[in-house]
């Protein structure tokens, strides 16, 4: 079974600019969380989306947002890019019935200059 | 209250020696605690999970001890190689009510030596 793959797996982006990074679950898997990792604050929770509907929202502000499609797979934007964005963001899939153990794909390295 | 506490930062432990890496928290919600490992340029990895209704999970060289009341949990890793070197992370999160957020502590960077 393929696991979570996620794209792209670098960027550099302007400050400014918009993102849009996207991620694919693994086959059967209709929950998708994203999280935020750097070295100053280590894993953080973004959001998590189930059904095409966002189930639990983490503290980040409204910049970042996202959205999941009728297939599980999902896609987080990032709008008006700071410096302090630049992170590895993780997506992370699971089935969620009965199951909650969440797989996680390789990460999206986002460099904002 | 949502803070998983991990400990130490990091780790040095010679091949076939035993790694330990304990992580606290607070919330006494959190009905459900994995442990992932990180590589460089990979994302964490599920190692293993055990929930509070245990006190002790073992697969292969890696065993979590779980302890409700003090509210602790750590994983040991047994006969410990240097392709065991990466980050461990412990997390937390309260399932039940449908919640799937993983509350992750800071790390823990184990280096194997040979």
């Known amino acids: 079974k393929a696991g979570v793959t996620q794209t792209p797996r670098y960027l550099i982006k302007t400050r400014g600019q918009q993102v849009t990074l996207s991620c694919s679950p693994i086959?059967?898997?209709?929950?998708v969380s994203w999280y935020q990792q750097t070295p100053g604050q280590g894993l953080q929770f973004l959001f998590e989306y189930f059904s095409e509907t966002q189930r639990n929202k983490g503290n980040f502000p409204g910049r970042f947002s996202g959205r999941q499609f009728s297939n599980s797979r999902s896609e987080m934007n990032v709008s008006t890019l700071e410096l302090g964005d630049s992170a590895l963001y993780l997506c992370a899939s699971s089935r969620r019935d009965g199951s909650y153990e969440q797989y996680f794909g390789p990460g999206t390295r986002l460099t904002v200059t | 209250q949502q803070q998983v506490k991990q400990s130490p930062q990091s780790l040095i432990v010679q091949k076939g020696g035993i790694s330990i890496i304990n992580c606290a928290y607070e919330?006494?919600?959190?009905?459900?605690f994995p442990w992932y490992q990180q590589f460089p340029g990979k994302g964490p990895a599920l190692l293993i999970a055990?929930?509070?209704?245990?006190s002790e999970k073992k697969e292969g060289r890696f065993t979590i001890s779980f302890n409700k009341s003090a509210k602790q949990f750590s994983l040991h890793i047994m006969d410990s190689q240097p392709g065991d070197s990466a980050t461990y992370f412990c997390a937390a999160s309260r399932q039940s009510g449908g919640y799937n957020k993983l509350i992750f502590g800071a790390g823990t960077r184990l280096a194997v030596h040979p």
């Open positions: 086959s059967g898997h209709r929950s």
């Open positions: 055990i929930r509070p209704d245990v």
């Open positions: 919330n006494t919600a959190f009905d459900y």
